[in-house]
């Protein structure tokens, strides 16, 4: 069973409409992180959270947000959704313990989202 | 905060022949150095690392060197197979937080 999991994998939905996408992990890392990627533009962190109470924001938060259900579990949100936020959009882990040097981060499999 | 600049793809190569991906990097302090690699229809997983200074990071016939002086960590491998196909990201990771910076992806192509 995959590590890091993302559900839906796919999504169709129409502009204004609000959109949850949830992500599970099983590695026991207390660190999780939302990044969006756009052809030509790389990865880009929205969000990301060291522990249950600890959420930041990242490069692009805006029109986003999130929660921390468990250390486990970090939802994404988007509260109204906008064509431009048509996306590939990946959770990822790390381990604390091994901040710094080894801050290997482990990736889920994306979820595709496209907003009409 | 970091940045980090790709050579732009895609780069198309014939199997068997010799790959360079070129990676520069600013970064605060004594940054950790990444390469991640995305196949077709998946998340991105880590490729190689180093952390510090004329580190040489491996795997799966791949290296990259850390260049402080030049602030370069580029990708190599002599001898790339079909399977080699990807999406590359080249990721320092420095500060108190470690969250590392993705460049913008160069796309590898090879043909049989």
């Known amino acids: 069973d995959a590590d890091v999991t993302q559900t839906p994998r796919n999504r169709i939905t129409k502009t204004g409409k609000r959109i949850m996408l949830e992500c599970s992990q099983t590695?026991?890392?207390?660190?999780m992180y939302w990044y969006r990627q756009d052809p030509g533009l790389g990865l880009r962190l929205i969000y990301y959270?060291?522990?249950?109470?600890?959420?930041n924001k990242g490069e692009i938060s805006d029109g986003y947000s999130v929660s921390r259900q468990a250390q486990a579990k970090f939802s994404l949100s988007l509260e109204s959704a906008i064509p431009n936020q048509t996306a590939l959009y990946f959770c990822?882990?790390?381990?604390?313990?091994?901040?710094?040097?080894?801050?290997?981060?482990?990736f889920g499999p994306g979820t595709r989202l496209t907003v009409l | 905060g970091d940045s980090v600049t790709q050579m732009e793809g895609p780069v198309t190569l014939s199997e068997e022949a010799f790959l360079t991906i070129n990676c520069t990097y600013t970064a605060t302090g004594y940054p950790s150095l990444f390469w991640y690699v995305q196949y077709p229809g998946e998340g991105l997983q880590l490729l190689l690392k180093?952390?510090?200074?004329?580190d040489k990071g491996s795997n799966k016939g791949f290296e990259a060197t850390y260049r402080k002086e030049t602030t370069s960590f580029h990708l190599e491998k002599g001898s790339v197979q079909v399977s080699d196909s990807a999406v590359y990201f080249c990721a320092p990771a420095s500060g108190g937080s470690y969250i590392p910076t993705f460049g913008r992806g160069t796309s590898l192509i090879v043909h049989p």
């Open positions: 959270s060291f522990d249950v109470k600890d959420i």
């Open positions: 990822a882990t790390s381990d604390p313990s091994k901040r710094g040097v080894y801050n290997e981060q482990f």
């Open positions: 180093a952390t510090k200074a004329d």
């Open positions: 590695k026991g890392h207390d660190r």
